[in-house]
């Protein structure tokens, strides 16, 4: 079982929607991720926090909005998004260390219509 | 420019045999990571190599930290359908929390 928890599993919406994704972990991490990742690809880095602080935003399109509520927590706000946008969205979780090892969730498959 | 090359990017087998997959840069890393995704789940973890020359084995898996600490391996002996996933090396360059990727090997072991 994961110590990253991610809800939904499975997400579909149409371009005018608002929907949020959710991450959970209880492993005391300080550092929290959001990834983007297309199928048979890497996952690509959008957001960073450290501290519940927004380190790092990979330049990422307004129409995705994170949030830090605490430290187990991390949410991405979805606005507008485009079928572009369409892929899994994975959380991680890591301590406070550039180099230590991250906990990945199982991710949202996200699909826009 | 990608910063850590991967090889091959796709890999297909019978069981049994040996792959040797291959990650390498220009760059000096403190220490490089391997995970494994297999389909519908998230990238676990499998090892990370901090020494230069370190070589660590994980059951059939053997990885290895170059000398100079800008490149790695892994090796899986006697391959199993079981080990079928996305192989990602991954490591931290800078001194922030961005992990940087490299393409991925996706591997398949046929039966």
């Known amino acids: 079982d994961t110590e990253v928890t991610q809800t939904p599993k499975h997400l579909v919406m149409g371009m005018t929607n608002k929907k949020s994704l959710k991450c959970e972990q209880h492993?005391?991490?300080?550092?929290m991720y959001w990834y983007k990742q297309k199928a048979k690809k890497p996952p690509e880095l959008m957001f960073v926090?450290?501290?519940?602080?927004?380190?790092i935003n990979e330049s990422v399109p307004s129409r995705f909005s994170p949030e830090c509520p605490n430290s187990s927590l991390l949410n991405l706000h979805l606005h507008a998004l485009q079928p572009e946008d369409s892929a899994l969205y994975l959380c991680?979780?890591?301590?406070?260390?550039?180099?230590?090892?991250?906990?990945f969730g199982d991710g949202t498959r996200l699909s826009i219509l | 420019t990608q910063l850590l090359e991967q090889s091959p990017q796709f890999l297909s087998i019978q069981e049994g045999e040996n792959l040797t997959v291959y990650c390498n840069s220009s760059?000096?890393?403190?220490?490089l990571q391997w995970y494994r995704q297999e389909p519908g789940e998230g990238p676990v973890l499998l090892v990370t190599?901090?020494?230069?020359?370190e070589v660590k084995k994980l059951k059939r898996l053997t990885f290895q930290f170059g000398d100079a600490r800008k490149d790695s391996s892994l090796h899986i002996t006697a391959a199993q359908p079981g080990d079928t996933g996305l192989y990602l090396c991954?490591?931290?360059?800078?001194?922030?929390?961005?992990?940087?990727f490299g393409k991925g090997t996706l591997l398949t072991v046929n039966p």
């Open positions: 991680a979780s890591s301590q406070v260390s550039p180099e230590g090892p991250q906990h």
């Open positions: 492993m005391g991490h300080r550092a």
């Open positions: 926090y450290s501290y519940e602080k927004l380190s």
């Open positions: 760059s000096v890393f403190s220490s």
């Open positions: 190599v901090v020494t230069g020359g």
């Open positions: 991954a490591g931290a360059p800078g001194s922030n929390y961005k992990l940087t």
